[in-house]
């Protein structure tokens, strides 16, 4: 076949270096991808539902339809953002979820509520994701205390009062 390796050189390109497929995920997992997902979305389905003809009929509400085309682009734009610089995640989380709520005036009722609904649950996906620290994943995956622990577990043993520490003074009341 075309596609195919042949079996020697499929094995050592296995080895040496990692898929496209793997190589996503792990660029993925480093920033809140969903959340910033979820908020383009809500965006994309708020500038439809905001750009509607029914017939004679063109479905436009805001200032002058002004708000229904700003709100969106700048949903899509948060959740870019919040994938592509997820360092200020927190920052583009919070307006995007105020931006989402403010919606629910400003576009069609967000949207019909499911722009709004998305952008929602993507601006706090946003906020509430947490990266994980690197040197607990390769302690976890080791199975090894992370350096320092051990440390931090004498310097709390030592902080804590003895039995043989001398009692608070009473007041004098």
Same mark, same amino acid.
């Given at each position: ?10 094995? %050592? ?98 949207g019909f509520f499911i722009g709004m609904l998305l952008s929602s649950i993507g601006g706090v996906l %946003?906020?509430a994701r947490m990266p994980r620290a690197r040197a607990q994943e390769s302690s976890e995956a080791s ?9 931090d577990q004498a310097s709390a043993s030592a902080a804590e009062p003895t039995s043989e520490a001398e ?7």
């Amino acid at each position: 076949m075309l596609l195919s390796r042949p079996a020697a050189h499929a094995a %050592t390109a296995m080895d040496d270096a990692p898929t496209r497929r793997e190589r996503f995920r792990s660029w993925r997992r480093q920033r809140p991808f969903v959340g910033g997902l979820l908020t383009a979305l809500g965006g994309v389905e708020m500038f439809f539902s905001g750009q509607l003809d029914l017939g004679r009929i063109h479905v436009q509400l805001g200032i002058e339809g002004l708000q229904a085309t700003i709100i969106p682009v700048l949903l899509v734009l948060l959740g870019v953002l919040a994938i592509a610089m997820p360092a200020h995640r927190i920052f583009y989380g919070v307006i995007a979820l105020a931006v989402a709520v403010y919606s629910l005036v400003g576009v069609n009722l967000g949207g019909f509520f499911i722009g709004m609904l998305l952008s929602s649950i993507g601006g706090v996906l %946003t906020v509430a994701r947490m990266p994980r620290a690197r040197a607990q994943e390769s302690s976890e995956a080791s199975g090894a205390e992370p350096a320092g622990a051990g440390a931090d577990q004498a310097s709390a043993s030592a902080a804590e009062p003895t039995s043989e520490a001398e009692p608070w003074p009473e007041r004098d009341a």
